[in-house]
């Protein structure tokens, strides 16, 4: 099993920023690659950036690139997503879990913390 709990969210104004931290406990931390994925209302939920279970290698969605950087502590058994410049389009509810990728996309294990809500008003 694997617990994880986010939490860093909040409102701010389009182009501002935010730190999203996800604490895990359970499993071996370090031996997966993370996510960080989002939902919106109304929307499924997407991927929006991850990183290799050493930190050396990281990927992002298209709409956040050059915007979110994502990061971990594997000491700390945390991982982070720094968000910056952000529009009101990120308003999403922010979701961590380990991760896997296909060779085409990211997909989440099925294990899921309670999420934390971002909200960017313009």
Do not use: H
């Not at 971990?72 to 509810?93: C, G, I, W």
């Not at 296909?102 to 294990?109: C, H, L, N, R, V």
Request: hydrophobic fraction near 30%.
């Amino acid at each position: 099993q694997v617990q994880l709990v986010e939490s860093g969210g909040g409102l701010v104004q389009a182009g501002g920023s935010l730190r999203l931290s996800c604490a895990a406990s359970g499993r071996t931390f370090s031996s997966y690659a993370m996510g960080w994925f989002r939902q919106a209302p109304g929307k499924e939920r997407e991927f929006v950036a991850a990183i290799s279970w050493s930190g050396g290698s990281t990927y992002y969605a298209d709409s956040v690139k050059g915007r979110f950087t994502i990061s971990r502590d594997n000491a700390k058994n945390t991982v982070y997503l720094q968000m910056n410049s952000l529009k009101p389009e990120d308003t999403a509810v922010y979701y961590c879990a380990p991760a896997t990728n296909d060779g085409s996309s990211w997909t989440p294990y099925d294990y899921w913390g309670q999420g934390t809500q971002v909200t960017v008003s313009s």
